[in-house]
């Protein structure tokens, strides 16, 4: 018989933890359960190299602010590390490593199927980010390229492309410090569907923050003010970026036509060999354990009040980005739709009686 419990978390990254942090003290009996066989979500399979966009104090989980590290930005290492003792910290009940296969609609609850048995809460939070579902757009001629394509999701160095063409897709964060690094060692061309924006230099994750806040504020208060612009796909001037800077390599290419089989054409014809190709293109949240439950829009997105599901009201969505709370993406961001979360969780779980009148 599958165990019964208030709730389960599907996801022991930042937004699980935060997510059961707040659980925690609601007083509600809940379990993490998380595919990963170590602490840490995501930021165990970035690049080697990756910093925060952030300085410690502005990358904290609740309850308990990041130590300052080593560097100004926190290389993702220490961010391991900080989830990991966060975990301890708070005792949180993570099981591991457990593959939650679906979601679906039973008698009293949801039931969670995994790799490792079955659970049936009767509220369940997803906090499966996206780096398990990568986003890699479709060229004409993809499939008959003969050369190497690897998504940011897989790279971790630059040691085996010494000498190599590489194309780097994608203009965000993730493609401006990926060809950073590099163009120190091969012959690299940076492709974005529009011009890079970058950030002014004295500006970091702290007042991207700060933007997506003001966006936050003037959306739930239907204000009309223009939310500030800068979003958290601006290029922050991380100093391995200012650094490519310096040397002249962050000139971006238009896209290209077409591939074919060693390379790539471009608009006016011309031809250019590629031996490796980097999709910096982002990622979709991952979200097919939820399919029995069918309020996936076309887009593949299920329609939410904040980081509730207006479809289901016994699942919580948080930390995917913006169409579940702003900034929920990041790790002082996803704070809000965590907490917001457990309160949701906490009153549909006990609601609060109405205090009964007192007899006339
Ligand atoms: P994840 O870290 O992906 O955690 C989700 C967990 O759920 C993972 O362990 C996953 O394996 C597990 N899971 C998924 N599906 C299942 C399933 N079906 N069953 C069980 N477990 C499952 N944020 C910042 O705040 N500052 C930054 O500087 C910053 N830089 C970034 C740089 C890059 C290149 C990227 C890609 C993101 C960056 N972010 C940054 C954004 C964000 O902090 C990370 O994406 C973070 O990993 C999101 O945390 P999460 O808990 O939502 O998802």
Redesign the pocket.
Known sequence: MPAKLDVVV????????ATAYFLRRAGLDYLV????SAP?????H??DS?????PSQW?SLPGWQMPVTHDT?PSRNEVIDYLARYEERYHIPVRRP????SVSRVQGGLLVS?DRGEWIARAVVS??????APYVPDYPGREIFSGRQMH??QYRNPDDLRGQNVLVVGGG??GA?ILAEISTVCDATWVTPQEPVFLPDDVD?RVLFERATARWQALRDRHTTTAPVGG?GDIVMVASVREARARGVLHAMHPFSHFDADGVVWSDGTHSRVDVVIWCTG?RP?L??LDPLQICDANGLPRTDGTHARDEGRLWL???GEWCGAAS??????MRGAREAAHGIAQYLRPIQPSNASAS
Do not use: E
Request: proline content about 0%; charged content about 5%; glycine content about 18%.
């Open positions: 599907i996801g022991g990254g930042q937004a699980g933890l359960l998380d595919n990963q840490g979500g995501a930021w165990q970035t690049w990756l910093h925060l966009f952030s990358s930005y457990v593959h939650v296969k995994t906090a499966t980010g996206t780096w398990s940011s999701a964060n993730s410090q994750g958290l990622f991952a097919k354990h948080v930390g995917y993406a990041t790790l002082i961001g996803v």
